[in-house]
């Protein structure tokens, strides 16, 4: 295992955790598609329920597919444990409920993911839990929204349409001092391009249906952390309130993860292309990638990430009318939410994934009604660039 950590990121992504010794020597891990597990005797049962023996009880409580996957994510995030979850938001809401109480307070980046946004609003409501989101880009701002009942410090960077970065060095530093918890959503990402937890983050979370999966396949989500917390999260989390992986999307996951690193470099490469074509192109107004050299935040991106990744946005001159004309006329980039998929997807945030967020409150996100998101996949960057110019043609 030593020799493992010495091992680069796409070596261990493949190899990590498995031993195919242990399994008739079979290349590929075995998906354990089982209910439940059977005890040699009530000895056996009682001690693996009491925690005193290791082992399997029931797959809601954990499975050897699953916990193949949450090892490896966790070397992989440079974390000590992982706990796997049947959706992004599944991770989401288990990070909250288990860590948080009615009377907390959470300080979260602008502009975050739609659901996010709705499930803040629901246990506000419901839990008294309050938050309040900030632009976390402007680093002095952050000090002057914490409380004396703020427990958590919440980020998405790149924040989701937008792109604005979060400095999370300064961030996690901040953190501590004030002894929140720094939870990073680092699902735009993915462990490859930027690891959060070597920078002083206490919690990562991904929706592991975008990049870790990238195939456009399966819902799932991963959270990694210290041991304790973990533990903590699966007992509250996966135990009481059941939001499990399945063994055949772990799977499908352990897959995914084999090719992220050479994904995510022509991702990255193939929207470095697209954004510079989008940058000059006349009915283009504004465009937010971290790979330009005008992004504001460019030096930042450097410092925290390892290439600038594969979604973008850009609004188009005219305004609402102008993205609907674009949207209704491509045809290789499909109209569809979701990111991360081999496939480019583009879509509209106003009417889509942030329609749940207020009008005024969406603006103040500068997700405007001419903003379009394009997750940029693995087509040929000509085949991609030669579609949206054959619909800007539409949009007057
Ligand atoms: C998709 C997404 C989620 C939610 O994940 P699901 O797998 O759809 O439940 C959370 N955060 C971000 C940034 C996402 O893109």
């Not at 680069?8 to 020597?25: D, L, V």
């Not at 797959?59 to 966790?74: C, F, H, M, N």
Request: aromatic share 8%; hydrophobic share 40%.
């Amino acid at each position: 295992m030593d020799q493992k950590k010495k091992m680069g990121f796409s070596t261990q992504a493949i190899h990590a955790g498995y031993s195919s010794k242990e399994h008739y020597g079979s290349l590929t891990p075995p998906i354990f598609q089982t209910s439940t597990f059977v005890f040699n005797d009530v000895e056996e049962g009682r001690a693996r329920f009491s925690g005193e023996q290791e082992g399997y009880i029931y797959t809601r409580l954990g499975s050897p597919t699953v916990k193949l996957l949450e090892d490896r994510i966790a070397v992989l995030e440079g974390a000590e444990a992982a706990v796997a979850f049947g959706s992004g938001m599944g991770a989401v809401s288990a990070v909250i409920f288990s860590l948080l109480k009615s009377g907390d307070h959470i300080i979260a980046t602008d502009a975050i993911y739609g659901g996010t946004y709705s499930f803040f609003s629901m246990i506000k409501e419901k839990f008294d839990i309050d938050f309040t989101l900030i632009d976390m880009s402007n680093y002095e701002e952050i000090k002057k929204y914490i409380r004396p009942n703020t427990k958590m410090i919440y980020i998405e960077t790149p924040t989701n349409p937008t792109m604005k970065l979060v400095d999370l060095e300064k961030v996690a530093k901040l953190s501590k001092e004030l002894g929140t918890i720094s939870v990073v959503d680092n699902t735009v990402m993915s462990p490859y391009l930027q690891r959060p937890i070597d920078l002083g983050i206490d919690i990562v979370l991904h929706s592991a249906t975008k990049y870790i999966g990238g195939h456009g396949d399966v819902i799932a989500g991963l959270v990694v952390g210290r041991k304790e917390t973990m533990k903590t999260i699966k007992m509250a989390a996966l135990k009481n309130v059941g939001s499990v992986m399945s063994p055949f999307d772990a799977w499908l996951l352990l897959r995914g993860l084999k090719t992220l690193s050479v994904r995510l470099d022509r991702h990255s490469e193939n929207a470095m292309r697209i954004a510079e074509y989008l940058e000059q192109h006349p009915k283009v107004e504004k465009i937010y990638y971290p790979g330009l050299a005008s992004f504001p935040q460019y030096e930042l991106a450097k410092k925290q990430m390892k290439a600038p990744g594969g979604l973008l946005s850009f609004e188009v001159k005219g305004g609402l009318q102008a993205g609907i004309d674009l949207l209704n006329n491509v045809k290789i980039c499909k109209l569809a939410v979701s990111l991360g998929d081999i496939d480019t997807l583009i879509q509209h945030p106003a009417s889509m994934t942030h329609s749940t967020v207020p009008i005024e409150e969406r603006l103040k996100m500068g997700i405007t009604d001419g903003l379009v998101r394009l997750s940029v996949g693995l087509e040929d960057a000509n085949d991609i660039i030669a579609d949206l110019e054959q619909a800007f043609s539409f949009v007057k």
